[in-house]
C-alpha cells in the first residue's frame, strides 16, 4: 500500500478541483469508457489492468463487456491500481459487479510489478492522471525516478505523467495484447511525445490515435482535449515498425463508429496526416483548406521571413518602466530607449515613431533601461547598485550576456508578431525601427520577402485563409487561447498574388490600420475586407469567405463558446 503519495494527495487536495488536479482526477464518460472496453476485452478469460481506476468508470464499463459475452458474473482476471481512497469506496458501492477487492492495489502504479499480477495482461485500459511534470510534488518526482532506474526507460523529462503510465503499460502486455487509453491533446502536440509514438509504432503492429474535439472533461472542471489511443498487436520483440493512423473527430458520438471501421483494410476516415489533429477546425474544413491552397499562390511564412523570440530582459519590471517611474527615479530619457510593449498596448498593424511617442506619453511600460553609453550618470549608478547581488551572480538570463544590464540586441526587425491571441495573429509593420522584449516575435524578412513587402504580408496574414491555417496548427492553451511559437509561425501560409494594385493595397493597409485602432473593431468585417481584396486580384469567386465560416467555428469552438456536434 502506498500512502505516501496518497497522503501527500489528501493533504494537497484540499477539496473539490485543486484536489482532483493534484491526483490528475477526472473520470472518463460512460459512453467512451464503453467504445474503449468494447473493443479491448475480446474473450473471458483476458486478463485486464486498469492502473488507475478513479471513478470506476472502465470497471463498469469492463462489466458491461463481459456481460455481453456470457461470462462467469465473478471477475477474476480484472486488476487495478489508484492512490486516492474514494476510488476504494466506491469499488466497495459496486461490489454487485463481482470484482474481487484484491485484485486492486492501493498503490501507485509505477510501483505495481509484474509479479503483483498472476500472469500478463491482454488489456491495459484506462484514462491515467495528465500530471504536468511542473506540477509534478516531490514524492511523484522520487517515485519516476526510482520507476526510470528500475526499468532504464528513456524519454522527455518533460514528459507528462501520463507518459510514464503508457510506458510502463507497456511491462505487463503478453504478445497480441491491447491498450486502449484516453489521453491529453498533448498526445499529438507535445514535443516530448514524439519518442512516445516511435515507442507505440515499435511495439504494436497497428495504432489508432483519434483526436476530439470535443471537451469531454469540461464538465468536470478539466478544459483539456483528448485524444483516443488504440494500440493493437503488442510485440516484445519487434522487428518492423507498424502502422498508425490519426484521425479527427469532431464528437464523442462519431468515436464508436470510427473504433468499429478500424479493422477494415480502406480506413475511410479522414487523416491529413496529423495536420490540425489537435485543432478545433472540423475535418470537412480541413479538406476545403487543403483544396483552397491547391489552386492560391501560397507562401510559407518561412520562406519570406525568420521569426524568432524578443530580447529577453530577466527582470522585466526592472528594466523596462514608464516615463514618470524613471523620472522619479532621475533617470534622463537619454538613457532609456523604446521597445515594443506588450502587444495589447499596440492597436493596429503599423508602429510609427509618433505612436511609440503617444504610449510613452500615456504612461505605457515601454522604456528600457539603457546603459551603454561609457559614462553613467549617478542615478543610473545608484540603481544599478540598488540590485540584488544574487540575483546578479545566479540568474541564469544574466549569465548568459556580457554585461548583466545590457539586455538589447539592437536589432530591429521588420515587424512584430502576436503569438498568443483570443482571436488570430496579426503581424504589426515597425516603421518605427524599435526592438522588442519576447512579448511579441519578431519577423526579419529575407530578399524574398523584401520583394513581396512587409505590407502585403501584413494583410494577408489577415485574411480567412491564412487565419484558420493558424487554427490549424496553433496550439490551444487551458484559456482558450491560440498560441504560435516561432516554429508554427514559420510554416503559416499566406496568399501571395505575383500581381496586386499596390495602390489599393496601400490604401486597403491604411483603412485596416485606422480600423483596427479602435476600441472593439469589428475583426470580422477587416477580414472580409482582405478576402475581398484578394478574391478580386485572384477571381476567386468568394472561396475565402467559406473559409471565414470554417474560422468563426473554430474559434468558437477553441474559446469553449460552442460544442461542436456534427
Ligand atoms: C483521469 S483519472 C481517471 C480515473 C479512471 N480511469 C476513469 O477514467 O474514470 C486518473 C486517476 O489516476 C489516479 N492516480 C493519480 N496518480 C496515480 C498513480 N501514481 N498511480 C495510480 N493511480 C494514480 C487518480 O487518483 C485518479 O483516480
Redesign the pocket.
Do not use: M, W
Given at each position: 500500500m502506498?500512502s505516501v503519495?496518497a497522503d501527500q494527495?489528501d493533504r494537497n487536495s484540499m477539496h473539490g478541483l485543486r484536489r482532483?488536479k493534484a491526483?490528475?482526477?477526472?473520470?472518463?464518460p460512460d459512453l467512451l469508457?464503453q467504445v474503449l472496453a468494447d473493443w479491448g476485452i475480446r474473450q473471458c478469460a483476458d486478463i485486464v489492468i486498469?492502473?488507475?481506476?478513479?471513478?470506476?468508470?472502465?470497471l463498469e464499463a469492463i462489466s458491461n463487456k463481459l456481460g455481453l459475452l456470457a461470462c462467469s458474473s465473478k471477475v477474476k482476471n480484472v486488476f487495478g491500481?489508484?492512490?486516492?481512497i474514494?476510488?476504494f469506496n466506491k469499488l466497495k458501492g459496486i461490489q454487485e459487479l463481482g470484482y474481487s477487492e484484491s485484485n486492486f492495489h492501493f498503490?501507485?502504479?509505477?510501483?505495481?510489478d509484474c509479479s503483483d499480477i498472476p500472469s500478463k495482461a491482454d488489456l491495459v485500459i484506462?484514462?491515467?492522471?495528465?500530471?504536468r511534470h511542473s506540477h509534478f510534488s516531490v514524492e511523484?518526482r522520487q517515485?519516476i525516478e526510482t520507476w526510470r532506474e528500475k526499468y532504464q526507460v528513456t524519454y522527455d523529462a518533460r514528459s507528462s505523467?501520463w507518459v510514464?503510465?503508457v510506458l510502463h503499460s507497456l511491462n505487463f502486455l503478453k504478445e497480441n495484447g491491447r491498450l486502449a487509453f484516453?489521453l491529453p491533446g498533448s498526445f499529438l502536440s507535445a514535443d516530448y511525445s514524439k519518442n512516445i509514438h516511435e515507442t507505440l509504432n515499435f511495439k504494436f503492429s497497428r495504432v489508432l490515435a483519434i483526436s476530439l474535439s470535443e471537451r469531454i472533461?469540461l464538465e468536470e472542471g478539466a478544459e483539456e482535449r483528448s485524444v483516443i489511443l488504440l494500440c493493437d498487436g503488442f510485440r516484445a520483440e519487434p522487428n518492423s515498425s507498424g502502422e498508425m493512423h490519426i484521425v479527427n473527430c469532431s464528437s464523442l458520438s462519431e468515436v464508436n463508429n470510427i473504433v468499429k471501421a478500424w479493422p477494415v483494410q480502406d480506413f475511410p476516415f479522414r487523416n491529413f496526416g496529423g495536420l490540425g489533429a489537435t485543432s478545433c477546425v472540423e475535418s470537412s474544413s480541413i479538406e476545403d483548406f487543403l483544396a483552397v491552397s491547391a489552386a492560391l499562390p501560397i507562401k510559407q511564412f518561412g520562406h519570406l521571413a525568420s521569426i524568432n523570440i524578443g530580447i529577453v530582459t530577466g527582470d522585466t519590471k526592472y528594466f523596462i518602466r514608464t516615463a514618470s517611474d524613471w523620472a522619479e527615479r532621475g533617470i534622463t530619457r537619454d538613457h532609456l530607449r523604446f521597445v515594443v510593449p506588450k502587444v495589447k498596448d499596440i492597436p493596429g498593424i503599423h508602429l510609427t515613431p509618433s505612436q511609440c511617442q503617444r504610449l510613452v506619453d500615456s504612461g505605457v511600460r515601454c522604456l528600457l533601461l539603457d546603459t551603454d553609453a561609457g559614462n553613467l550618470p549617478y542615478p543610473v549608478l545608484h540603481y544599478l547598485n540598488s540590485y540584488d547581488e544574487e540575483k546578479i551572480r545566479n540568474l541564469a538570463t544574466f549569465k548568459k550576456r556580457g554585461v548583466w544590464h545590457q539586455p538589447d540586441d539592437h536589432k530591429q526587425p521588420d515587424g512584430f508578431l502576436s503569438f498568443l491571441t483570443h482571436n488570430g495573429p496579426r503581424l504589426i509593420v515597425n516603421s518605427a525601427r524599435v526592438n522588442s522584449t519576447n512579448s511579441v516575435h519578431r519577423v526579419f524578412l529575407n530578399l524574398y520577402g523584401r520583394d513581396v513587402g512587409i505590407k502585403l504580408i501584413s494583410i494577408s496574414l489577415l485574411s480567412s485563409y491564412s487565419q484558420l491555417h493558424a487554427e490549424i496548427i496553433g496550439r490551444i492553451c487551458g484559456s482558450g487561447a491560440l498560441k504560435l511559437e516561432p516554429k508554427d509561425a514559420l510554416r503559416l501560409q499566406l496568399i501571395v498574388p505575383q500581381n496586386i494594385d499596390r495602390a489599393e493595397l496601400l490604401s486597403l493597409f491604411s483603412s485596416i490600420n485606422r480600423h483596427m485602432k479602435k476600441e472593439n473593431f469589428d475583426e470580422q468585417s477587416i477580414r472580409q475586407d482582405v478576402d475581398d481584396f484578394f478574391d478580386r486580384s485572384l477571381n476567386l469567386n468568394g472561396a475565402l469567405s467559406r473559409l471565414g465560416v470554417a474560422l468563426h467555428r473554430a474559434r468558437s469552438s477553441r474559446r469553449g463558446e460552442r460544442l461542436l456536434n456534427i
Open positions: 502506498d503519495l494527495a482532483r491526483l490528475g482526477a477526472f473520470y472518463t469508457s486498469e492502473p488507475s481506476f478513479g471513478g470506476c468508470t472502465f491500481c489508484d492512490i486516492d474514494d476510488a498503490k501507485d502504479f509505477l510501483k505495481l484506462g484514462n491515467p492522471p495528465y500530471i511523484q517515485s505523467l510514464h503510465f484516453v472533461f
